[in-house]
């Protein structure tokens, strides 16, 4: 009897809203952003390899989808700048209340992708 | 690990539909989850047309009308019926919350009714909550006093009886320990919104002479560090209190006490 009791729908019922949002997203950004300091290393390392391997790699990264994953890293790092700035402030235990966590999620959400134009500009531009 | 999908026996079925039978223009449906533990089949959801010219403001209002002139048989759990003794929490419309306090008005489109989420189903509505009761008696939420002088009254000032509003007005309905996905991945070791805010009120209590033992019982990577602030329990709770801040309290106690 007791094995025979179903267990609750959650995930698949549960609303999503900013807070949880920024959380979730807080996560696989953390995870990505591990993958791809790994691979800038991997990719530093083909310098040893000479200049033609270094070069392949360049070429894709100017390619229309190397750009696309250049913005998508760029935006990945700047969420979790922002996101993690939030952890902070609310391990100091501020910014629990249900209005201020909200703003401060939108301020995480938008704010990554001005972060994401302006760090595309800067790397463009000047270095 | 998490499990994201549903077990075999769990996945949700198309239940019945139930037809208005009043002729009533001003119609909304009701769509309610239904597990019948006498059959062997999965989970369904019925589907009932409420009138909603002759139904009160509130979600329990439309199970009561349902239950009296629709459907007998749905199964729910309600006394109060005023916001107070935390029976009636269910999910509404995707969010946890009182029934007895939930305006239908809030919730857009067809209203969707399930059991408080990650909770093994007695019937229908009713979910099992007894391990967070287990929890709850594992933190033992009561004073605890060495002095020998029981008769005497232990005075406390009206700062440190502060120190207890947004703690003591908890009901345990469970709106908040079940709307956390850290608690549905980790419920038997998680201690959950709910017990921890219990455990933080009995921490600041200032009668209380076991701060250290409790906040060191507490002290754990899973009992306590689950908590990842997604904030769904302070989104939840029916009675405007704050577990999550007080989850970071204990936090904040604890990286910064000596023990």
Redesign the interface.
């Known amino acids: ?2 094995n ?12 999503w ?1 900013i ?2 949002l920024v ?2 997203s807080h ?1 696989i950004t953390g995870i990505i952003n591990i993958v791809v300091i790994t691979l800038i290393c991997l990719w530093a390392s083909l310098l040893l390899l000479g200049e033609s391997k270094y070069e392949e790699i360049n070429l894709l990264l100017n390619s229309l989808v190397g750009k696309f994953i250049i913005l998508s890293i760029t935006w990945s790092f700047s969420f979790q700048l922002l996101s993690e700035i939030r ?1 902070l402030i ?4 501020y910014g ?3 209005k201020t ?1 909200k703003i401060t999620g939108l301020i995480v959400i938008i704010g990554s992708i001005i972060l994401t134009v302006v760090f595309y500009l800067i790397g463009k531009n000047f270095i | 690990m998490a499990q994201i999908n549903l077990p075999e026996n769990s996945q949700v079925k198309k239940g019945k539909y139930f037809k208005d039978k009043t002729g009533s223009k001003n119609l909304r449906k009701v769509n309610i989850y239904r597990w019948d533990p006498s059959t062997e089949e999965n989970p369904r959801i019925d589907t009932y047309e409420v009138d909603m010219n002759n139904c009160p403001s509130k979600v329990l209002d439309i199970l009561n009308k349902i239950k009296n002139e629709i459907d007998p048989t749905v199964t729910y759990r309600r006394s109060c019926a005023h916001g107070v003794c935390g029976s009636c929490a269910m999910n509404m419309g995707g969010k946890n919350g009182l029934a007895c306090t939930t305006p239908h008005e809030e919730i857009d489109g067809d209203i969707d009714i399930y059991p408080l989420p990650h909770l093994k189903v007695k019937k229908d509505l009713i979910g099992d909550l007894d391990g967070l009761y287990k929890q709850y008696q594992s933190i033992e939420p009561w004073l605890k006093s060495k002095s020998d002088s029981t008769t005497k009254e232990i005075i406390q000032s009206k700062e440190d009886r502060a120190k207890l509003d947004g703690a003591y007005e908890c009901i345990m309905c469970a709106c908040c320990s079940t709307s956390c996905p850290s608690y549905w991945w980790n419920g038997d070791k998680y201690l959950g919104p709910a017990v921890l805010l219990q455990a933080y009120r009995w921490i600041v209590d200032s009668r209380d002479e076991e701060r250290q033992a409790r906040l060191k019982k507490v002290a754990d990577e899973l009992k306590l560090y689950r908590c990842h602030t997604i904030l769904n329990c302070t989104s939840a709770c029916p009675k405007g209190l704050n577990p999550a801040k007080a989850i970071a309290e204990i936090k904040k106690m604890l990286a910064t006490a000596n023990i």
């Open positions: 009897m007791e025979k009791s179903p267990l609750s729908p959650h995930i698949q019922i549960y609303r809203h807070s949880s959380s979730i996560r952890h609310m391990d100091l235990g629990f209340e249900l966590t």
